[in-house]
């Protein structure tokens, strides 16, 4: 197994008029994570350096606009903005110079990473995504409105601005408008695959009904895995998840993606 534990580089992209807080663990990054709504490159936490260490792959993230690091972002967010950012994903990976990879998105990431188009993307990792609006996540995103004085101080230690941060996660998911952007139906049929679906079975942000959507209409195959864990399997459920995308990994359909040199 190569040794890469929490070692990893910190640069920053140039996109357009953005500056994006980026880094990498290990080389020749190959797995290309994409953060949750309220999500950063530091709020993958070690996740990343497990990722790089159990595959043996190079792992790249980076903080959308108005996230970690990053510019900062206008407010409000567009409703499509997860669609906005699966177009902006092929010029990204150029802005990185990363080639053939697998996407591996968590949540709203999981979502972007669904979406994006790019002949490099050999498969997708898709971490507790959305494909529609249930009740239970207006619930859970309404609830977590109602105590963001609590939740801002640990936001402000991983966003420059964190109140942008949050609304613009907060305000789009519970825009009346925001059910009809958010039905992908055909944007999920012409997914091409493999893809590995990691469901938690006690998410508070969405049920296992996102994967069966997902599966029911995606072009490739489509692997499931339900862990034990809340709407972070990757981190409450770390050796399940884990395991699972090493099998997924480990299919010979994705083999020939080049492995990590050693730190």
Request: aromatic residues 8%.
């Amino acid at each position: 197994m190569t040794q890469v534990s929490s070692m990893h580089a910190r640069h920053v992209l140039t996109l357009d008029d953005a500056a994006l807080e980026a880094a990498t663990w290990g080389e020749n990054p190959t797995l290309v994570l994409l953060h949750e709504g309220l999500g950063s490159v530091s709020l993958w936490r070690d996740f990343p350096g497990r990722l790089a260490e159990r595959t043996g792959l190079g792992v790249f993230a980076y903080s959308r606009r108005g996230y970690g690091q990053s510019s900062p972002a206008s407010l409000p967010a567009p409703l499509d903005y997860m669609q906005r950012e699966a177009a902006l994903l092929p010029r990204l990976l150029d802005a990185a110079r990363i080639g053939r990879c697998v996407l591996v998105g968590h949540s709203d990431g999981g979502t972007i990473a669904a979406l994006a188009r790019d002949e490099r993307i050999a498969a997708r990792i898709l971490i507790a995504p959305h494909f529609l609006v249930e009740h239970v996540s207006v619930a859970s995103i309404r609830a977590i409105g109602e105590r963001y004085a609590e939740l801002r101080p640990r936001l402000a230690r991983h966003h420059r601005d964190p109140d942008t941060a949050f609304h613009f996660w907060h305000d789009a998911w519970l825009d009346p408008g925001f059910p009809k952007v958010l039905y992908l139906d055909a944007e999920c049929r012409s997914m091409p695959g493999p893809a590995l679906v990691v469901q938690g079975t006690r998410d508070q942000y969405g049920t296992i009904a996102h994967a069966r959507f997902l599966a029911d209409r995606a072009q490739g195959p489509i692997e499931v895995a339900e862990v034990d864990g809340a709407h972070a399997p990757h981190l409450e459920a770390r050796e399940a998840t884990m395991d699972a995308i090493q099998r997924f990994l480990d299919m010979q359909y994705i083999a020939c993606i080049p492995k990590i040199s050693a730190l």
